[in-house]
């Protein structure tokens, strides 16, 4: 371990605890005892503790998921400020600055930053099984990367890597073929990106293994993993370092400004799949960053953006489609990413001067250049998306479409939650909350029944109807799981959670019916975890218990129906691990760990509402194998 990382204050105790104070009471901006490896306040909260090191230049331990995220280790990462920035941290009131910079031209990937230190457990939320969180290996070099474990040391100078050199980690020629072919079979609707016949065409004659490497790379980390050759699927990793480094490299304004976007936008769902949480927030910082710089957030705007380093005009409709839909992806991906790892999100929606995307069926299909798009007012919200939706209502509105008010929506409940100025005694605050309660039930009554119901939809649709009900669910939870305050009475916020955390198992038992593999979609699973928790603590505590634990008078009063609830996200977590190892096996164990929990910390997360929903959530150790399936009784 570096001798830089303090892990106890025994050399010089007196010096080091006036001076150290730990992240999060930094962030509370309180005082803290700095003890370590955890800090009495933190104890008392049940939360995990990671510190700035005392000496210059040092990287402070954190636990990966829960501490990262207000871990200010990263703001010197950080640089600049501009329009359609990254907006601010739980706990920052917006000091934090709004994009990634380029990295080093010299970059060095080291020992991983995931390795456990069993000789210094971090503290953590008590569990009835024993079990404690393990602290985590930090970074010894830049932490844009976590290894790969094909990947021992790589050093590359980006003066001198020629095309020649990025060309021998690529597999023979038909094999990338056969890669691009499944991403567009199996990703493309999760990754709208590319114009199908224009990209299998450039792939077919070679010229974007020299012309756009980074593409290709970051297409065949994503679609390694279902390729029936064992010897591909060992690639997975190399090409994921690979166009990870090449994307480092690549500046404000790219050369290529549409692929290098597309690649961020792989790399980002790659990263999510294998749970680098890190590497995908910090490669959507820079992606969004470079789509500002090149203006592609206002490509629809009434009047033109004076850039300094205008980006080549587009050649034909469907690469200014193209650019688009990377706008809205990214947009998407960071919805989605950031809400359960308790971050606002990170692109305002409010900066965004762009139509919604053409239909597929358009887009892929249409030789000639399609009729215009009914325009809709700027910004997009989900007021202007709703009252477009409710003027037109007999066109037929791309699944997209309703998507994106979806997640529209999630933006502004999470972006609710975590204001500074969040207080539930403040009647701004109230009406705000009011005005997001009559979205969510407006969205959910203009959305037609073809695009909630899978009765009512197209089957080439259902993959969509699926998705838009998780995340329909996922809003209903955020909005309504309240804090609870003393003297407040009692209403019926909590019962709509459950009621909608249900819902999603539901949904999953309908998709099931005709195939799993509806459900497997990078996207949907945070929102099932998150309603898994829902689920969690209403079996663990059920309604109208007392707090000292589950059932009235101590006797078990769980609705067996609600354990074959949480039996199915469970179930549908394996399969997602079949298909995406990292993220389905990191959302099942961190149900398990939620579902071992002592009851005091359960309890603390009902009364603490959304808030204490996302963010108390720890490194989840490792659960017995004998525990594999088990749901307490």
Not at 415 to 435: K, N, W
Not at 467 to 480: E, R, S
């Amino acid at each position: 371990m570096n001798s830089n990382f303090p892990m106890s204050t025994n050399a010089n105790p007196g010096t080091l605890r006036n001076k150290v104070v730990c992240a999060a009471c930094r962030a509370r901006k309180k005082k803290c005892d700095g003890e370590q490896p955890s800090c009495s306040s933190c104890r008392k909260r049940n939360e995990q503790c990671s510190y700035f090191p005392p000496t210059a230049g040092s990287m402070p331990l954190f636990g990966w998921d829960q501490s990262f995220p207000t871990n200010p280790f990263f703001l010197p990462l950080l640089d600049g400020a501009g329009d359609g920035a990254i907006t601010s941290l739980p706990g920052y009131d917006g000091f934090l600055p709004d994009y990634v910079p380029n990295p080093a031209p010299q970059i060095v990937l080291g020992d991983s930053w995931m390795t456990p230190l069993p000789a210094t457990p971090r503290a953590s939320a008590p569990l009835s099984s024993g079990h404690e969180v393990q602290a985590l290996q930090a970074p010894t070099t830049y932490p844009f990367f976590d290894q790969g474990p094909d990947v021992a040391t790589l050093e590359m100078s980006t003066s001198t890597k020629t095309n020649t050199e990025s060309a021998n980690l690529f597999p023979a020629h038909h094999h990338i073929v056969q890669l691009v072919d499944l991403f567009f079979d199996r990703y493309h609707d999760y990754l709208p990106l590319l114009h199908r016949q224009t990209f299998t065409q450039a792939v077919s004659t070679e010229g974007l293994i020299t012309t756009s490497p980074l593409l290709l790379y970051s297409i065949m980390a994503i679609t390694a993993q279902t390729h029936p050759d064992p010897a591909i699927r060992s690639q997975r990793n190399k090409w994921f370092e690979k166009a990870k480094v090449l994307y480092a490299a690549t500046g404000h304004a790219p050369k290529q400004p549409l692929e290098t976007l597309q690649a961020a936008a792989c790399i980002l769902l790659h990263a999510l799949i294998v749970s680098e949480y890190s590497t995908a927030w910090l490669v959507l910082g820079m992606a969004w960053r470079q789509a500002v710089a090149m203006g592609f957030h206002r490509i629809d705007a009434a009047s033109p953006l004076n850039l300094t380093d205008p980006p080549p005009s587009a050649t034909d409709w469907r690469e200014l489609e193209q650019r688009r839909r990377i706008v809205w992806v990214l947009f998407m991906l960071d919805r989605s990413m950031c809400f359960p790892i308790g971050l606002t999100h990170a692109i305002d929606a409010r900066k965004l001067r762009i139509h919604l995307p053409l239909s597929d069926d358009v887009f892929q299909n249409v030789d000639q250049p399609p009729p215009p798009a009914e325009p809709i007012r700027h910004p997009p919200t989900v007021s202007t998306l709703l009252g477009h939706f409710e003027s037109h209502p007999t066109i037929d509105v791309p699944r997209t479409h309703y998507l994106l008010l979806a997640y529209l929506l999630l933006g502004a409940i999470v972006e609710h939650m975590y204001s500074p100025e969040y207080d539930l005694h403040d009647a701004a605050h109230e009406s705000e909350r009011a005005a997001l309660e009559h979205d969510l039930a407006q969205t959910r009554l203009v959305l037609p029944r073809s695009a909630t119901d899978l009765s009512a939809a197209s089957y080439a649709t259902f993959k969509h109807v699926v998705w838009l009900n998780i995340v329909m669910n996922l809003n209903t939870v955020l909005l309504f799981h309240r804090p609870s305050l003393p003297n407040a009475g009692s209403d019926n916020s909590w019962q709509l959670c459950v009621a909608a955390a249900r819902n999603v198992a539901r949904v999953i038992r309908e998709a099931s019916r005709v195939s799993t593999e509806l459900l497997i979609n990078p996207h949907v699973a945070a929102p099932i975890f998150t309603c898994g928790r829902i689920l969690v603590v209403e079996y663990l505590i059920p309604s109208g218990a007392p707090h000292a634990g589950p059932g009235l008078n101590g006797v078990k009063t769980s609705d067996p129906e609600l354990r074959a609830d949480l039996e199915v996200m469970l179930l549908i977590f394996d399969r997602l691990g079949e298909a995406f190892e990292g993220v389905g096996r990191k959302f099942r164990l961190g149900l398990l760990y939620h579902l071992r929990q002592e009851l005091s910390c359960v309890q603390a997360i009902k009364d603490g509402g959304s808030r204490e929903l996302l963010t108390t959530c720890g490194k989840w150790p490792a659960i017995p194998s004998g525990d594999a399936r088990g749901i307490p009784d």
